[in-house]
C-alpha cells in the first residue's frame, strides 16, 4: 500500500459505495478488498446476471439475449435484480454495487430503491483505464468449464494451454470476452454510461480514480478518497 493511505473507516460508520468503469476497468477486483476491509457485501450484477442465465432463470432467459450482443440489460430487469440483492440479509445497510447503475435511469431508479430502505449513498468511485488496456485485459480471459477458476492467459497463464490447473477441465473463452463483444461493449459504456459521471458530480458524490498500475497502488488509490469522503 501506498505510503500513508491507511484505508481506515471511521468505527460505526455504514459504508455504501458504488463503482462505476468500464468492463475490465478492475471494479470487480476492488469491490473485493472493500468487501474484506470493510464487511460490506458485494453486489456484482454481472455475476447475478450470468448465475440467471446459466440457471436459465425467467430473469436470465430475458438477459441472456442483451449479453450475447454487448447490450445493457433493460432498466426495469436490472432494478429488480438489484432491489431484491440489497433486501437479502447479508446487505443490511453496507453494500458495495460493482457494475451498477450504468444509466441515468438505472441511477435515478437505486435512489428510489435506496430512499425506500432509507439509506443513501456514500461515493461513487469511477476507475479510468485506456480502451485498449481494457481490451487486452478482457480478451485475454479463459474459464474452467468446470471448476469456473479464471485464468489470464499473458498475466496468469495455465501451466497446460488449454486445461484447469486446478481440475485438468478445459478453458474456454466467455461470449463477453471476445474482443468484438468488447468493443461493443465499450462502445455501449461511453454512450449510455458516461452521462452517470455528470449525474455524480453534481450530486458531490463522484471520486475519479486511475486505473493504471498496480492492484495494490489502485487499491491504495480507492482507501484513499473513500478516507476523502469520509473525513
Not at 477441465?169 to 455528470?198: K, M, N, S, W
Amino acid at each position: 500500500m501506498e505510503e500513508g493511505v491507511s484505508g481506515n473507516w471511521p468505527v460505526g460508520e455504514v459504508v455504501r459505495v458504488v463503482f462505476l468503469g468500464p468492463p475490465g476497468a478492475g471494479k470487480g477486483t476492488q469491490a473485493k478488498f472493500l468487501e474484506k476491509k470493510y464487511g460490506a457485501c458485494q453486489v456484482s450484477t454481472g455475476d447475478i446476471l450470468r448465475k440467471a442465465v446459466h440457471d436459465r432463470t425467467a430473469v436470465g432467459k430475458k438477459a441472456a439475449g442483451y449479453l450475447e450482443k454487448g447490450q445493457l440489460v433493460p432498466d426495469e430487469v436490472m432494478l429488480n435484480v438489484v432491489a431484491e440483492r440489497l433486501r437479502e440479509k447479508d446487505c443490511a445497510k453496507d453494500f458495495i454495487l460493482d457494475g451498477f447503475p450504468r444509466t441515468v435511469a438505472q441511477a435515478e431508479g437505486l435512489e428510489e430503491i435506496l430512499g425506500e430502505l432509507g439509506w443513501k449513498l456514500d461515493s461513487v468511485l469511477c476507475m479510468r483505464v485506456p480502451q485498449e488496456m481494457i481490451i487486452q485485459r478482457l480478451s485475454g480471459r479463459r474459464s474452467c468449464k468446470k471448476c469456473g477458476n479464471l485464468y489470464h492467459m499473458v498475466l496468469n497463464p495455465p501451466q497446460r494451454e488449454e486445461f484447469c490447473d486446478r481440475c485438468n477441465g478445459e478453458l474456454y473463452q466467455r461470449d463477453d470476452d471476445r474482443e468484438e463483444t468488447i468493443r461493443a461493449r465499450l462502445h455501449v459504456f461511453e454512450t449510455q454510461t458516461v452521462p452517470l459521471v455528470h449525474y455524480y458530480r453534481k450530486r458531490g458524490l463522484l471520486r475519479e480514480i486511475d486505473g493504471v498500475g498496480s492492484v495494490e497502488k489502485i487499491r491504495a488509490r480507492v482507501f484513499r478518497e473513500l478516507e476523502k469522503g469520509a473525513a
